[in-house]
């Protein structure tokens, strides 16, 4: 089967939870007899890449408004692609999505891996709606990323009879192998230590974090980037958070490390923007305790409350504080909950439980 897959960005550099999810699931797809292309936009030079589980083409991105890229390239690039494919599979949300769909009238089957819900663009959400609807109803098939989003979204209500979920999976053998040398180093420096990986966005909820942890002396390691960085290093700075350690940006090698190293994962995320986890998904892979809010999304699918974690109500910084000294008070619990955590990754969230849905979902469609 020849599956085009059609999303605003991908590159090999690129690392966020859209991207890492069609990765993994090309490279697992591939596996099972599918010859993968992705099309996406490229805001400097064009390149097509011929990957071992996937062809890479991009079209030049003209202008980009609300996060959302435009590329007149796009349209016959595109349709020259849907072609050849036996099935064209969308990753929503991206409006120019919806209109290269309409305006190249594709006659294939067509999937929509329906990752968020759009939450902050109030403005663009109105003025988008009725595309949307228009999309949604004439795709043929919907996945949702865990059934909780599909059991929440108030835009899938609409759309029960196709659709249907297929939680994220990741292949442990695309990451690096841990460091034993530097995983001692980083528990030399920082003893036992809770960790967080993610962007620095507004609906990670990291200020409730920083208060959740003030006043205690557990280490805390934030890693990522982001909007927020400055602001949140200002905080921790005027609170005199001394036990809060801002990494930055890390290699795949160092965050593979810092997993390994670490005691425990906190997810603070408090918005539906959070629709799934990728990085609370990454701790239960490598064994780790968590602890996250309950926002009705994926995060709470992948860390079950007093099974691999503890979830707690979002933005209640006292409500964390608590999740996270009972870890920490017990390192036997925190052992219990991260043995299950690895143990439903293992049962649910592998790559190739994945990529055997999406294949038996292409299937059938091709069959209708």
């Known amino acids: 089967m020849k599956i085009l897959h059609f999303y605003k960005t991908f590159a090999a550099d690129q690392h966020g939870g859209v991207e890492m999810f069609i990765r993994h699931l090309t490279h697992v797809s591939a596996q099972q007899g599918c010859e993968n292309v992705v099309l996406s936009l ?19 991105e003209d202008f980009n408004v609300a996060s959302t890229g435009f590329s007149v390239s796009s349209f016959k690039l595109f349709a020259e692609l849907a072609k050849s494919a036996d099935v064209v599979h969308y990753h929503f949300p991206w409006p120019f999505m919806d209109v290269v769909h309409f305006a190249t009238r594709i006659q294939k089957p067509t999937v929509v891996t329906y990752h968020s819900d759009i939450v902050r663009q109030k403005v663009l959400k109105c003025l988008y709606s009725p595309l949307q609807r228009l999309f949604l109803n004439d795709v043929d098939a919907i996945v949702a990323t865990s059934p909780n989003y599909l059991e929440s979204s108030p835009v899938l209500a609409r759309y029960r009879h196709k659709s249907t979920s297929i939680p994220i999976g990741l292949e442990q053998s695309m990451y690096p192998v841990s460091e034993a040398d530097k995983i001692q180093e980083l528990r030399g420096r920082y003893g036992r230590f809770f960790l967080f990986v993610g962007v620095l966005r507004y609906y990670k909820g990291l200020e409730f974090l920083l ?8 280490p805390l390691l ?31 090698q160092e965050k593979v490390n810092l997993f390994e190293a670490c005691y425990a994962v906190v997810f603070p995320s408090h918005l539906r923007s959070e629709a799934f986890g990728i990085s609370l998904l990454e701790a239960a892979m490598f064994g780790k305790p968590m602890v996250c809010s309950e926002i009705g999304t994926g995060t709470s699918f992948i860390n079950q409350h007093d099974v691999s974690g503890i979830v707690v109500p979002p933005g209640d910084a006292p409500a964390m504080r608590r999740a996270m000294a009972a870890l920490w008070e017990s390192p036997e619990l925190a052992a219990r909950y991260g043995a299950a955590a690895r143990e439903r990754y293992l049962k649910v969230f592998t790559s190739h439980s994945m990529g055997e849905a999406y294949v038996k979902l292409y299937r059938d469609l091709i069959n209708r």
């Not at 208060?211 to 557990?218: C, I, L, N, P, S």
């Open 42 to 60: 490229a805001k400097g030079e064009v390149a097509n890449v011929e990957g071992p589980s996937y062809k890479l083409v991009q079209a030049k």
């Open 211 to 218: 208060r959740a942890v003030e006043g205690t002396d557990w």
């Open 222 to 252: 934030i890693v990522g980037a982001g909007p927020l960085e400055q602001e949140l290093m200002r905080v921790a700075s005027e609170r005199q958070l001394h036990n809060v350690h801002f990494i930055g940006q890390v290699t795949e």
